[in-house]
């Protein structure tokens, strides 16, 4: 494993994407992007220097995320995404499934902590799928 992960964040709320930024910085990840996961996201990509994870803001009411995700897994089927939305029944999990990404978290129920595993589970090649606070999958 490298000395950092890198990451890009896409996530349309300014204050938490800008919480994100912070908390990954000080595990030591480096955040290549950090915008808003419209589908004009993917042009801030470097593709010399790749995130390892693409941390993606979604919601059933914005089907953007589910386009920018789409175009992510197109163009470079190789980086982990990890999508994050507010309650597990905003979370398009059939649209997600169908896309193949490799995990999605709770922002309701999740701490710095299981955010920063999650991320680094996620670039070591393992899936991560938050239950639901019931315990049951999203």
Do not use: Q
């Not at 089927?77 to 309650?87: E, G, N």
């Not at 490799?102 to 922002?107: A, D, I, R």
């Not at 309701?108 to 070591?124: F, H, M, V």
């Amino acid at each position: 494993m490298p000395d950092f992960i890198k990451i890009a964040i896409a996530e349309d709320h300014s204050g938490y994407r800008d919480l994100l930024a912070g908390i990954f910085v000080e595990y030591r990840f480096v955040v290549l992007a950090c915008s808003t996961a419209e589908p004009g996201f993917i042009d801030l990509l470097d593709e010399d220097n790749l995130p390892h994870v693409i941390l993606v803001g979604c919601s059933t009411l914005y089907p953007k995320s589910v386009t920018l995700i789409k175009e992510l897994r197109n163009k470079y089927p190789l980086v982990k995404i990890l999508a994050t939305a507010l309650f597990h029944h905003y979370l398009p999990v059939k649209e997600l499934e169908e896309i193949n990404i490799e995990g999605w978290l709770m922002k309701s129920t999740c701490g710095p902590k299981l955010l920063i595993k999650t991320a680094a589970e996620l670039y070591k090649g393992r899936h991560f799928f938050h239950e639901t606070e019931d315990g049951l999958p999203a």
